[in-house]
């Protein structure tokens, strides 16, 4: 005789409560964990689900006013400038009001992009096989190899290659003469000249004498990118505890999200950027809601701001993805193209948007709360939404009736 197996009730249990998706699965998750009886598994389903129908918002509820209130309080609390990434002090990366400011501008370029790119399989758990990836994603520039010299009396550049450092950055090649020869020939392809080779030396010139194209020649060469990918300036290796367990998480100064996903031995699915726009760019819109959800409660935790509500940054999210592109906050985004002549002068600019909507002869029909409120009127929200009309008296067939 076997033993009764709980989780198939447990499920059919989840799945007669009104959470949606996301909920039930999380819910079931914990449960299978704890493994409960039926009774308590009952218990904890309904009082998870009379939570969130408690909490839920009721109808004309001022939803954006709150949220709006509830992430601007704390953050006239956060520090105008910090420049650390917990736990990584070698890697700078812009935190605090600046921070805050990038996402809701939705900015194209962080100041400060950066990556954390998870390894798979042994590369996570292999330190060597982990600088595999190192190298493959940090840009390895002509200073990082060797010694570059000029011969003015010859009008040659001369390259001095470190065998050490070859075979340190290109694991898998035995023969630091094999790299030597890649080299001289992306230093042809890049600066259109010949190169001589003698071992791990390469040397090369201009095709007329000329000291300034001699010197034109070395400041070409210091920017090629002879391997890894030419955004990422610095890759940081640390070992660390996570959710797989004790495993190399690799941060770079830098960012080039759809590059690194390509990269054998890195785990596609962990790995992420501060940069919403590649997210959005390779991962798509939905992706690129999370992300910026993410960023900002991370931007506030780490001020000690912990206690808004995820739902607020929720709103603000989808606000900024509802068109399937990411949309800022401010006058070149979603406060500046709103209907309202009077919302859109209230944000910025006043005097530049009430001059365009008298030369166009625009017509506010006093919808929204922000025109209401200058004009004096009534907001349509909660009560102020609800127009109470009473009959003036029955007709006398209602009478009769």
């Given at each position: 005789?076997?033993?009764?197996?709980?989780?198939?009730?447990?499920?059919?249990?989840?799945?007669?409560?009104?959470?949606?998706?996301?909920?039930?699965?999380?819910?079931?998750?914990?449960?299978?964990?704890?493994?409960?009886?039926?009774?308590?598994?009952?218990?904890?389903?309904?009082?998870?689900?009379?939570?969130?129908?408690?909490?839920?918002?009721?109808?004309?509820?001022?939803?954006?006013?709150?949220?709006?209130?509830?992430?601007?309080?704390?953050?006239?609390?956060?520090?105008?400038?910090?420049?650390?990434?917990?736990?990584?002090?070698?890697?700078?990366?812009?935190?605090?009001?600046?921070?805050?400011?990038?996402?809701?501008?939705?900015?194209?370029?962080?100041?400060?992009?950066?990556?954390?790119?998870?390894?798979?399989?042994?590369?996570?758990?292999?330190?060597?096989?982990?600088?595999?990836?190192?190298?493959?994603?940090?840009?390895?520039?002509?200073?990082?190899?060797?010694?570059?010299?000029?011969?003015?009396?010859?009008?040659?550049?001369?390259?001095?290659?470190?065998?050490?450092?070859?075979?340190?950055?290109?694991?898998?090649?035995?023969?630091?003469?094999?790299?030597?020869?890649?080299?001289?020939?992306?230093?042809?392809?890049?600066?259109?000249?010949?190169?001589?080779?003698?071992?791990?030396?390469?040397?090369?010139?201009?095709?007329?004498?000329?000291?300034?194209?001699?010197?034109?020649?070395?400041?070409?060469?210091?920017?090629?990118?002879?391997?890894?990918?030419?955004?990422?300036?610095?890759?940081?290796?640390?070992?660390?505890?996570?959710?797989?367990?004790?495993?190399?998480?690799?941060?770079?100064?830098?960012?080039?999200?759809?590059?690194?996903?390509?990269?054998?031995?890195?785990?596609a699915s962990r790995t992420t950027c501060n940069n919403i726009h590649e997210i959005h760019k390779n991962l798509g819109i939905e992706a690129a809601r999370e992300a910026i959800i993410e960023e900002t409660m991370n931007?506030?935790?780490?001020?000690?701001?912990?206690?808004?509500?995820?739902?607020?940054?929720?709103?603000?999210?989808?606000?900024?993805?509802?068109?399937?592109?990411?949309?800022?906050?401010?006058?070149?985004?979603?406060?500046?193209?709103?209907?309202?002549?009077?919302?859109?002068?209230?944000?910025?600019?006043?005097?530049?948007?009430?001059?365009?909507?008298?030369?166009?002869?625009e017509v506010d029909d006093l919808n929204g709360v922000t025109e209401n409120v200058i004009v004096g009127k009534p907001i349509k929200l909660g009560t102020g939404d609800v127009d109470l009309r009473m009959s003036a008296?029955?007709?006398?067939?209602?009478?009769?009736?």
């Open positions: 005789m076997t033993d009764y197996d709980v989780s198939d009730d447990i499920e059919a249990l989840v799945e007669d409560t009104e959470l949606p998706r996301r909920l039930k699965d999380e819910v079931y998750r914990t449960l299978e964990d704890r493994d409960p009886t039926l009774e308590q598994a009952n218990e904890i389903a309904q009082a998870v689900e009379t939570k969130y129908l408690n909490t839920r918002v009721d109808p004309l509820d001022p939803v954006g006013t709150v949220s709006a209130q509830s992430i601007g309080e704390p953050g006239t609390q956060m520090t105008m400038n910090t420049f650390h990434y917990a736990g990584v002090a070698e890697i700078d990366v812009t935190q605090g009001l600046p921070r805050l400011i990038e996402l809701v501008d939705a900015r194209k370029e962080p100041d400060t992009p950066m990556m954390t790119v998870h390894l798979d399989g042994e590369y996570a758990e292999d330190r060597e096989r982990a600088h595999e990836v190192v190298w493959n994603i940090e840009a390895t520039k002509i200073l990082q190899l060797g010694d570059v010299s000029t011969n003015v009396a010859d009008m040659l550049v001369r390259v001095a290659l470190n065998e050490e450092t070859l075979l340190e950055r290109w694991p898998t090649v035995d023969d630091p003469g094999e790299v030597a020869e890649e080299i001289a020939s992306k230093i042809e392809s890049k600066l259109g000249v010949e190169t001589q080779r003698r071992g791990l030396v390469i040397e090369f010139g201009p095709e007329e004498p000329s000291y300034r194209d001699l010197l034109q020649l070395v400041e070409e060469l210091s920017d090629i990118v002879f391997k890894g990918i030419e955004e990422i300036s610095r890759v940081v290796i640390r070992k660390e505890e996570t959710d797989e367990g004790e495993e190399f998480v690799l941060y770079t100064e830098g960012s080039d999200f759809g590059e690194v996903l390509g990269i054998e031995g890195v785990d931007t506030l935790e780490e001020q000690g701001l912990d206690d808004v509500n995820i739902r607020h940054l929720m709103l603000v999210a989808d606000i900024m993805t509802n068109e399937g592109t990411i949309e800022s906050i401010g006058r070149h985004g979603i406060s500046g193209s709103k209907d309202s002549v009077l919302a859109r002068a209230a944000f910025e600019v006043t005097v530049n948007h009430l001059l365009d909507a008298a030369v166009h002869g008296g029955k007709s006398e067939s209602e009478s009769a009736d």
